[in-house]
């Protein structure tokens, strides 16, 4: 069965500073997919990034960046010198091959980032 | 153009109304979902349509019916709702096939008094 785990409730920093969101997985296929979505208070989803099970490279796309390590089931994200518009709930996701397998999300995490 | 919308934004309606939610995109898309989230929560999948044909269904109450009319558009139809179905409920279009990332609307809130 597929899982994700989002350990972190709820985060609060003080704008410019670095904070990372965890998210550890379970899943007993070798095809499988990561994503992370942001929900900002107006309550759409917002796409981050898709990452496949075949691919471990890290990714940067400007102040975020993304830590998959297939050992520890893990896919964290980064956010460097967070600002107040990074305030949002954050979701992990995982979806197994094949077919259109539904996104199985974690709980969430809500940062908030103070000025 | 990565854009789904979603109509109403907001909806109030009583125990014995029959109301629709309506969703629509234009990426070429040919799966797309409903989502029903309750506050503080992450999206619940209700259903999945396929190439304009339902595919999954999570055992969603009969209250709730979906229609994928063409590939562009799907609407939710909602006849004597409980207060417990009062929620923020979500589409998503992507492509079909395996590990394609999802877009999501706005969300219709809906209140059922």
């Known amino acids: 069965a597929q899982k994700v785990t989002q350990a972190q409730t709820e985060i609060s920093v003080v704008e410019k500073e670095d904070v990372t969101l965890d998210c550890v997985y379970e899943t007993r296929d070798t095809t499988y997919y990561l994503f992370w979505y942001k929900q900002p208070p107006s309550g759409e989803l917002v796409f981050l990034i898709r990452r496949n099970s075949f691919d471990e490279q890290n990714e940067i796309s400007g102040r975020y960046s993304w830590n998959f390590q297939k050992s520890t089931s893990s896919f964290n994200f980064t956010i460097t010198a967070s600002q107040v518009v990074d305030s949002a709930v954050y979701f992990c996701?995982?979806?197994?091959?094949?077919?259109?397998?539904?996104?199985?999300f974690g709980k969430g995490t809500r940062l908030s980032v103070i000025a | 153009d990565t854009e789904v919308t979603q109509t109403p934004k907001h909806l109030v309606m009583g125990m014995t109304n029959k109301k629709s939610l309506k969703c629509e995109q234009h990426m070429g898309h040919r799966a797309m979902y409903w989502y029903k989230q309750k506050a503080k929560k992450p999206p619940e999948l209700m259903f999945v349509y396929s190439y304009e044909k339902l595919s999954i269904n999570e055992s969603v109450p009969s209250r709730f019916s979906p229609e994928c009319p063409n590939s562009s558009l799907l609407n939710l139809h909602l006849h004597a709702l409980q207060p417990e179905d009062s929620a923020l409920y979500l589409c998503a279009s992507s492509h079909p096939g395996q590990g394609y990332e999802q877009y999501f609307g706005p969300g219709t809130r809906l209140t059922v008094t």
């Open positions: 996701a995982l979806s197994e091959s094949p077919g259109n397998t539904p996104l199985v």
